[in-house]
């Protein structure tokens, strides 16, 4: 996972300019200064991290009925027309229910260069919180990806599936990283970083076409702890406050 401006050293001791490979924080921060990305409001600090920019959302929020993609002649605003169902205020803060699916334009928005492309993902936290949150584009045929010179907005699908949550103008619930090029990673590499940062913990990690994770069911020795279920009847969860809750307000342990 290296960027543009990184180097790396050789068999032969010499260094050597990498080409491809995910841009870091210092490059993303170049991106804004030359407006690649722009934003409804100036971009703070605390949204760039290592390698990705977390996504604000903007104003509005849709309820739509059922998720979409725009298609390689149509906007998402365009889809929008026929789709939505009714439109509401984020500036104070709104409920999206559970079940129910939800686009929200983002603040942010990007011009890419040539060969630079984009991937998107869920914060963890919201993960955490099991919102269904991808991705889309204006004239998007795959989620979480935005393409190789793409020039637009970018627009967040939101479906909470477990809790109702209250979200807000600027609540931030996906990233997005900066790709030049198409690098692969190769099983070998793969192998050396698990030697040398330990991708994934234990003796024998399974690395053979990416990595594999497992899940211990085991449970806590003392305990018998395997994990935690979600209660179906809970308060509304506010998303920009995070700590804030018991967690037996919300989950079972099994």
């Not at 959302?57 to 939505?84: H, I, K, M, Q, W």
């Not at 509401?88 to 699916?101: H, N, P, Q, S």
Request: charged letters at 25%.
């Amino acid at each position: 996972m290296t960027a543009d401006a990184s180097t790396a050293a050789t068999d032969s001791g010499t260094r050597e300019k990498r080409t491809t490979g995910i841009l870091p924080s210092q490059t993303i921060r170049e991106m804004i200064k030359g407006g690649q990305i722009a934003s409804d409001t100036p971009v703070i600090d605390g949204q760039i991290q290592p390698s990705s920019i977390d996504l604000r959302l903007g104003d509005e929020a849709y309820r739509v009925r059922a998720s979409f993609l725009p298609g390689r002649n149509a906007t998402v605003a365009d889809r929008l027309e026929t789709l939505a169902m009714h439109k509401i205020d984020l500036r104070d803060g709104a409920v999206l229910e559970k079940g129910c699916v939800y686009i929200v334009r983002l603040q942010e928005g990007v011009s890419l260069p040539p060969k630079v492309s984009g991937t998107a993902n869920p914060k963890s936290s919201t993960g955490r919180l099991d919102i269904f949150t991808r991705l889309i584009t204006d004239y998007g045929t795959e989620f979480e990806s935005v393409p190789e010179g793409y020039e637009g907005p970018l627009y967040a699908e939101i479906s909470p599936r477990t809790f109702s949550v209250l979200a807000r103008t600027g609540s931030r619930l996906n990233q997005l990283r900066f790709r030049r090029g198409h690098p692969v990673a190769s099983d070998a590499a793969m192998r050396r970083l698990q030697d040398s940062v330990v991708l994934v913990h234990g003796q024998d990690a399974d690395i053979k076409e990416g990595v594999a994770v497992s899940v211990d069911l085991t449970g806590e020795p003392k305990s018998g702890l395997i994990g935690y279920k979600a209660k179906q009847h809970t308060g509304l969860i506010d998303i920009d406050q995070p700590g804030s809750y018991e967690v037996s307000d919300f989950w079972e342990p099994l």
